[in-house]
């Protein structure tokens, strides 16, 4: 809410100001067909006594002021009824600006749903913006509710297992040993994730603001992020491939943003990956592919062995906190932003990213713009 005191609502100033400006019209245009009028009278009634040879002085005289008195009740008669009539139209035509501000109102004290009229013309525009910007905030305030549901819930069950096991120690329940530490340990290790991942997801969210776009080598960035998962990827016995098609082109893009898709990308595969499966293709568990033949587009696919995800799933993976398997909630490490952090970072980059599955493997696909292309619609 601004601090700011809003001007008084009561006093139309807006119709005064408009209708004042109309009698100041009339009013001009009046003057000015007065004066033209009386200097027509005065050359045609002069001309006219010449022709007959009439004095003119008493008869010219006479015929000015009444000729002036019907002037002066006409434009008397004539302003109060525009007068009237200008501010029974202007308060007509600005009526839909008073609904618009009315929107306005109740949409600044927290009515989101708040609507203004269908109009047509330049206000039919200004209304369409106002109710597609109400739209908009009325969603991020709908994904504000959400995420502080979901963060609750996030936080609620690593803290509640920790809370009991400190009960249980202090009760006796428990005795102090590896075991207790252990299970401490990993759930504050899953608040520490949390917390990770929201920053990344804070950072970008605001990457307009900082990024530091260069060409970049893509293949060379994506071995970079599987040099550093090397580790789990052996642990888990996970064989990764990477594979190009067509031409490499160049790239632009912020290095440090892009690494973090790749890092979120591939440690998903890693941690999802069903590796038996591929002893029955001799396909390796991780497959990258970098395809280069689309038109101003490189599109790259991220895929490896998964279990089959519900359709009614699979639309709703790239949403924060949403996870397949909700009995895993409170258990897994993974709390469901690794792939609305890749969203939100591709989109940063002018690109798309969607989900799809294939002949038993999940598959995660990243477009990004050429350096001179445009993105596909």
């Not at 950072?203 to 293949?219: C, G, P, T, V």
Request: net charge negative.
């Amino acid at each position: 809410m601004s601090a700011h005191k809003p001007p008084e609502k009561n006093f139309p100033a807006l119709l005064v100001q408009l209708v004042i400006a109309n009698i100041i019209v009339a009013m001009a245009v009046t003057a000015t067909l007065y004066w033209i009028f009386t200097r027509l009278m005065d050359a045609y009634f002069e001309r006219l006594m010449h022709e007959f040879d009439i004095s003119p002085t008493k008869l010219n005289s006479m015929f000015t002021s009444d000729v002036e008195q019907s002037l002066w009740w006409g434009i008397v008669v004539a302003l109060a009824l525009g007068l009237v009539l200008s501010w029974l139209l202007t308060k007509a035509l600005l009526r839909p600006i008073s609904k618009m501000v009315q929107a306005t109102e109740r949409i600044a004290e927290g009515e989101l749903s708040a609507r203004a009229p269908a109009l047509k013309g330049e206000l039919g525009t200004l209304s369409w913006h106002l109710n597609d910007m109400a739209g908009a905030l009325e969603q991020q305030e709908q994904g504000r509710q959400q995420l502080l549901r979901d963060l609750s819930h996030e936080l609620r069950t690593p803290l509640t297992n920790v809370k009991g096991y400190v009960e249980g120690l202090e009760d006796g329940v428990f005795s102090i040993g590896p075991d207790v530490f252990n299970v401490l340990n990993a759930e504050v290790g899953r608040l520490s994730d949390l917390i990770d991942d929201l920053s990344e997801l804070s950072l970008s969210e605001k990457m307009h603001d900082d990024a530091q776009f260069e060409i970049i080598n893509l293949r060379g960035e994506i071995a970079d992020v599987i040099a550093a998962h090397k580790a789990t990827m052996v642990e888990s016995n996970f064989d990764m491939h990477v594979e190009e098609i067509g031409i490499p082109q160049e790239l632009r893009a912020d290095p440090k943003r892009l690494q973090q898709v790749f890092n979120n990308a591939i440690s998903n595969m890693v941690h999802y990956s069903q590796p038996g499966n591929a002893g029955i293709t001799n396909e390796a568990d991780g497959i990258i592919t970098l395809d280069w033949t689309q038109k101003g587009q490189v599109k790259i696919c991220f895929e490896n062995w998964a279990d089959l995800i519900p359709p009614h799933d699979i639309v709703h993976l790239l949403d924060r906190f949403y996870r397949v398997d909700k009995s895993r909630s409170g258990k897994s490490k993974n709390i469901g932003l690794g792939l609305a952090i890749v969203k939100r970072l591709v989109n940063a980059h002018g690109g798309k990213v969607w989900v799809g599955q294939a002949r038993g493997r999940f598959q995660l696909f990243v477009s990004l713009v050429l350096h001179g292309g445009t993105a596909k619609s």
